[in-house]
T-cell receptor, first 115, second 112 residues
Framework: AQKVTQAQTEISVVEKEDVTLDCVYETRDTTYYLFWYKQPPSGELVFLIRRNSFDEQNEISGRYSWNFQKSTSSFNFTITASQVVDSAVYFCALSEWEYGNKLVFGAGTILRVKS | EAGVTQFPSHSVIEKGQTVTLRCDPISGHDNLYWYRRVMGKEIKFLLHFVKESKQDESGMPNNRFLAERTGGTYSTLKVQPAELEDSGVYFC??????????FGSGTRLTVV
């Protein structure tokens, strides 16, 4: 079964704090992709990253970094030195080639960054 | 290149009425997906088109929902008759070769 769990419903931090958003997934497929999307208050879904199951290297993009660990089926997302503009809902998602690459989303984590 | 366009951006209708949502994918993208997020819950898959064919409609909640993609270009999602529980944000996404999804800005549907 395909499932994505984002256990943190809501996180509040003060600006400049680091914050990690957790994502745990379940899949029986060996070929899959993991994603993170950001949904700001304006409502659109903004693509942040896509990772395939064969690439476990961590990735850093500016203040964003991602830690992919197949051993624990996790794909966590860290924002360093958070800013108010980071306030949004963040979704982790999984897609599998076997299922037509449709995305299975987690429930989302609301991140509130206070100044 | 133009992104995925959805309209209307907002729609408020009364229970029992009909609403049609439209999605224009990125030109040349064969894959078109519909998703929705209801009441702050997770975003759920509705259906997947490959060109004009329905590849997977396992997520369609019931027969009040009808999706079409004429000529493999834009797609429409009709809800008839709308119920209160249909309220939510409907997202469309397109992709080529099964990856690199691009989402539209969504249509916020409110049924009163």
């Amino acid at each position: 079964a395909q499932k994505v769990t984002q256990a943190q419903t809501e996180i509040s931090v003060v600006e400049k704090e680091d914050v990690t958003l957790d994502c745990v997934y379940e899949t029986r497929d060996t070929t899959y992709y993991l994603f993170w999307y950001k949904q700001p208050p304006s409502g659109e879904l903004v693509f942040l990253i896509r990772r395939n199951s064969f690439d476990e290297q961590n990735e850093i993009s500016g203040r964003y970094s991602w830690n992919f660990q197949k051993s624990t089926s996790s794909f966590n997302f860290t924002i360093t030195a958070s800013q108010v503009v980071d306030s949004a809902v963040y979704f982790c998602a999984l897609s599998e080639w076997e299922y037509g690459n449709k995305l299975v989303f987690g429930a989302g984590t609301i991140l509130r960054v206070k100044s | 290149e133009a992104g995925v366009t959805q309209f209307p951006s907002h729609s408020v209708i009364e229970k029992g009425q009909t609403v049609t949502l439209r999605c224009d994918p990125i030109s040349g993208h064969d894959n078109l997906y519909w998703y929705r997020r209801v009441m702050g819950k997770e975003i759920k898959f509705l259906l997947h088109f490959v060109k004009e064919s329905k590849q997977d409609e396992s997520g369609m909640p019931n027969n009040r929902f009808l999706a079409e993609r004429t000529g493999g270009t834009y797609s429409t999602l009709k809800v008839q008759p709308a119920e209160l529980e249909d309220s939510g944000v409907y997202f469309c996404a397109s992709s080529q070769a099964g990856y690199g999804y691009t989402f539209g800005s969504g249509t916020r549907l409110t049924v009163v």
